[in-house]
C-alpha cells in the first residue's frame, strides 16, 4: 500500500524559503507516476501547486512558477518542494500526492491525486 | 485558465436523503473531472475519476455524471460518514493545469 508523509519546519519567516519533503512508502517512484503537491490554506479550498516526474520532468502552476523548485530523489523515494519569498499568504496546510488512480484492484497514472499525504501545517510569520 | 464553480455552498440533508452537488466548468473539460472527499483534519480522498468512475473501494452510493461544463455529484442515501467537504477538480491541457471548485461542505440538518 503506498503511503506518502510529508515534513519539515512548521514556522518559516517572511521573506524565506519553505522546504518541505514527502517520503513514499509501499512503491519505488523511480517505478513511475508524477507526484504532486497541493496547498490548503486554513479555512480554504486547495490549490494545486506543481508536479515531478521520476525523472525530474516538471510543471507548476503558472501563478507560483517563479517562486517554486520542486525535485526528486529516488535513492531515498522521495520529492521536495521548495517555495522562496514566502509571506502570510503561504499559510497552509501542504500535501503531497501521487497522481493516479486505482480502480479494479489495479492502479493507473493519471491527472488525479490519489493517495495523499496526512499534510502538514506551515506557518509564516516572525 | 478554466474556472470550476460548486454549488450549492452548504447543504444540510439528513442521513437516508439523496445528495446532489454539482460543479460548473467555465468552458468544457469534456470529462476529466475528478470529486474529493474532505473530513475535518484529513486529507482528501478520491471519489470519482473521469467524471463517472468510482475509485477503488468507494462505495456504490456515490455517483457522478455529467460532461463538458456540467457535473454532478450524487450520494443515494447518505450514510453519517458521507457528512464532509466535497470538491471537484479538472485539468487543463494548455497549460498544464490543475484546478479545484471552491467544496461544497454537506452538513447533518
Known amino acids: 500500500q503506498v503511503q506518502l508523509q510529508e515534513s519539515g519546519p512548521g514556522l518559516v519567516k517572511p521573506s524565506e524559503t519553505l522546504s518541505l519533503t514527502c517520503a513514499v512508502s509501499?512503491?519505488?517512484?523511480?517505478?513511475?507516476?508524477?507526484w504532486g503537491w497541493i496547498r490548503q490554506p486554513p479555512g480554504k479550498g486547495l490549490e494545486w501547486i506543481g508536479s515531478?516526474?521520476?525523472?525530474?520532468?516538471?510543471y507548476y502552476n503558472p501563478s507560483l512558477k517563479s517562486r517554486v523548485t520542486i525535485s526528486v530523489d529516488t535513492s531515498k523515494n522521495q520529492f521536495s518542494l521548495k517555495l522562496s519569498s514566502v509571506t502570510a499568504a503561504d499559510t497552509a496546510v501542504y500535501y503531497c500526492?501521487?497522481?493516479?488512480?486505482?480502480?479494479?484492484?489495479?492502479?493507473?497514472?493519471?491527472?488525479?491525486?490519489?493517495?495523499w499525504g496526512q499534510g502538514t501545517l506551515v506557518t509564516v510569520s516572525s | 485558465e478554466i474556472v470550476l464553480t460548486q454549488s450549492p455552498a452548504t447543504l444540510s440533508l439528513s442521513p437516508g436523503e439523496r445528495a446532489t452537488l454539482s460543479c460548473r466548468a467555465s468552458q468544457s473539460v469534456s470529462s476529466y473531472l475528478a470529486w474529493y472527499q474532505q473530513k475535518p483534519g484529513q486529507a482528501p480522498r478520491l471519489l470519482i475519476y473521469d467524471a463517472s468512475n468510482r475509485a477503488t473501494g468507494i462505495p456504490a452510493r456515490f455517483s457522478g455524471s455529467g460532461s463538458g461544463t456540467d457535473f454532478t455529484l450524487t450520494i443515494s442515501s447518505l450514510e453519517p460518514e458521507d457528512f464532509a467537504v466535497y470538491y471537484c477538480?479538472?485539468?487543463?491541457?494548455?497549460?498544464?493545469?490543475?484546478?479545484f471548485g471552491q467544496g461544497t461542505k454537506l452538513e447533518i440538518k
Open positions: 509501499g512503491y519505488s517512484i523511480s517505478s513511475g507516476y508524477y
Open positions: 515531478i516526474y521520476h525523472s525530474g520532468s516538471t
Open positions: 477538480q479538472q485539468r487543463s491541457n494548455w497549460p498544464p493545469l490543475y484546478t
Open positions: 500526492a501521487r497522481q493516479g488512480y486505482c480502480s479494479g484492484g489495479s492502479c493507473y497514472s493519471g491527472d488525479w491525486f490519489d493517495p
